[in-house]
């Protein structure tokens, strides 16, 4: 998968099955790449671990505990059932509750380091999280849990957390955990787009750093300018797109402005009138000014009874454009050749074309060589 890991179908992940692919079709995301480039919205700071004594409710937090104990209990409502845990840490102990969510005992047990995060609330009961977001961690715990988020690598929790818009059943952290997974399939030298003169000049990130930190940015990364979408990351990856449109459009124009030349040249082996002066009608304004170094004429009327007398001068002849059309604000360069009907060379030279803002051709310029 790594030789060529951003053209890799979704499919192919782990945990991406027919319905979720679907889904992730229907929102445009076919690729690793439309799914690296399906930025989140928002982030959340869950990095800063608080030791269980000094939770309030009314609050979000994210805590680092042992599970102490882990039990199942039905209610009266058939098949609703409630899952209970009780977290503690070194300072003390709170309850854990999730509504209907009985697949947990499968995945939650006596014993595990967790994060959990989410609102502190507090009744009759006490302080607890009910339904909160959790990971299970790896290892032994940091001993004070304020510095634990230097410990964890944490999808969900312990760092800043990348929020995506829901896509069918593909919820934000489905999507988190398929990005993890795509992120970590890339090679460190993903081919960057960007030229490397324009990235250091700009001080740009490289491609394959500004996808990382756009989706899980580092912990010292303010959550404000990640939310204004100013960081390093994410001004790289939104510098690109404009990179690249305006790459686009570019070249978009050179290749309408090379058909325009094309379509003009082709005027001059028209022998119809009519139709040649249908056709300039076409891509020149009607005042269109024609020079060369023999002649010169104003209207596209003027235009078409020079070529005709051209072509009785050399009848038979193709004008034709040789190499690229060159523009640059409004004026093109095309370079052309005149071709005998054995194919042999007769002249060349060089056109140059003055155009409107509608694309029109409103002046053209003759060069003989």
């Known amino acids: 998968m790594r030789d060529d890991v951003l053209s890799t179908p979704l499919q192919f992940l782990k945990g991406v099955g027919p319905r979720k692919a679907a889904d992730l079709k229907r929102a445009g995301l076919l690729t690793v790449e439309d799914l690296l480039y399906r930025l ?8 800063r671990m608080q030791p269980i004594a000094s ?6 937090a994210a805590v680092l505990g042992e599970i ?11 098949g609703f059932k409630i899952f209970h845990l009780v977290l503690g840490d070194t300072s003390g102990a709170i309850r854990c509750t999730w509504m209907n969510q009985a697949f ?5 047990k006596a014993h595990m380091q967790v994060v959990i995060f989410g609102d502190v609330k507090l009744d009759s009961s006490g302080m607890h999280f009910m339904n909160p977001e959790y990971e299970v961690v790896s290892g032994d715990a940091p001993d004070d849990p304020r510095n634990a988020a230097q410990a964890l690598g944490g999808v969900h929790t312990g760092r800043i957390v990348p929020f995506y818009e829901k896509t069918g059943t593909v919820t934000p952290n489905m999507q988190r955990r398929l990005v993890r997974q795509a992120l970590d399939q890339l090679p460190p030298d993903v081919p960057d787009m960007l030229p490397r003169d324009i ?4 001080q740009l990130a490289p491609r394959r750093v500004a996808l990382e930190e756009s989706h899980f940015p580092p912990n010292e990364r303010s959550v404000e300018v990640l939310n204004a979408f100013r960081s390093p990351a994410q001004r790289r990856l939104i510098f690109e797109e404009f990179f690249l449109f305006q790459t686009g459009h570019a070249w978009r124009r050179h290749a309408g402005t090379a058909e325009l030349a094309d379509r003009y ?3 001059w082996g028209e022998t119809d009138a009519a139709k040649r002066r249908a056709e300039l009608a076409a891509i020149a304004s009607e005042d269109l000014s024609f020079r060369d170094p023999y002649s010169c004429t104003s209207g596209i009327d003027d235009l078409n009874a020079h070529i005709a007398a051209s072509q009785r001068f050399m009848p038979g002849v193709v004008l034709a454009r040789r190499g690229d059309a060159r523009q640059c604000q409004g004026t093109a360069l095309v370079d052309w050749v005149v071709q005998a009907p054995d194919g042999s060379e007769r002249a060349k030279g060089t056109n140059v074309f003055e155009l409107t803002k509608g694309g029109r051709i409103a002046r053209a310029t003759g060069f003989w060589a």
């Open 40 to 47: 989140p919205f928002r982030y959340e700071d869950r990095s």
């Open 55 to 60: 939770l309030r409710p009314g609050h979000k």
């Open 68 to 78: 102490k104990s882990a039990n199942l209990t039905t209610t009266r409502r058939r």
């Open 104 to 108: 947990l005992t499968d995945i939650l």
């Open 199 to 202: 990235r250091e000049r700009l």
């Open 265 to 267: 040249f082709a005027c």
